[in-house]
C-alpha cells in the first residue's frame, strides 16, 4: 500500500493548482483518503478527505470553499483543486489513509500510511 503526492509548485497569490495522489495497492472505493498539510513551525493539519465508500467529503475551515477533493473513476487517484490560494496556504502537503476498509470521512481516525509530501509555496 502505497501513495505518492505529486503536483506542488509556486504559485502567485489567488492562483490555483491541482495535487494528485496516486494510490497503488487500494483503491479509493473501499476507502478514505486525507489531504493534511504541515506549514513551517506549525503541527500538520489535516484539510480534507474524500471516501470512496459513501462519497462523503469533509473540508477544514481554513480551506472550505476554495479547495476541491475528488477521485477519478477507477479509484487509483485522488485529487485536490486548490483555488484562490493564500500565502498562508504554504506547507508541504501530504495524502494518506487509515487504511481501514468501509471508512466514511466522519469515522476517519488516525492515519496509517502516508505518502511522501509535495511543497506548496504561495507567494503575496
Known amino acids: 500500500v502505497q501513495l505518492q503526492a505529486s503536483g506542488g509548485g509556486l504559485v502567485q497569490a489567488g492562483g490555483s493548482l491541482r495535487l494528485s495522489c496516486a494510490l497503488s495497492?487500494?483503491?479509493?472505493?473501499?476507502?478514505?483518503v486525507v489531504w493534511s498539510r504541515q506549514a513551517p513551525g506549525k503541527e500538520r493539519e489535516r484539510i480534507s478527505c474524500?471516501?470512496?465508500?459513501?462519497?462523503?467529503?469533509y473540508y477544514a475551515d481554513s480551506v472550505k470553499g476554495r479547495f476541491t477533493i475528488s477521485g477519478d473513476n477507477a479509484g487509483k487517484t485522488v485529487y485536490l483543486q486548490m483555488n484562490s490560494l493564500k500565502p498562508e496556504d504554504t506547507a508541504v502537503y501530504f495524502c494518506?489513509?487509515?487504511?481501514?476498509?468501509?471508512?466514511?470521512?466522519?469515522?476517519?481516525?488516525?492515519?496509517?500510511?502516508w505518502g511522501e509530501g509535495t511543497q506548496v509555496t504561495v507567494s503575496s
Open positions: 474524500i471516501s470512496g465508500v459513501d462519497g462523503s467529503t
Open positions: 495497492g487500494f483503491t479509493l472505493h473501499y476507502y478514505a
Open positions: 494518506a489513509t487509515d487504511y481501514m476498509v468501509g471508512r466514511t470521512c466522519p469515522g476517519v481516525r488516525r492515519m496509517s500510511k
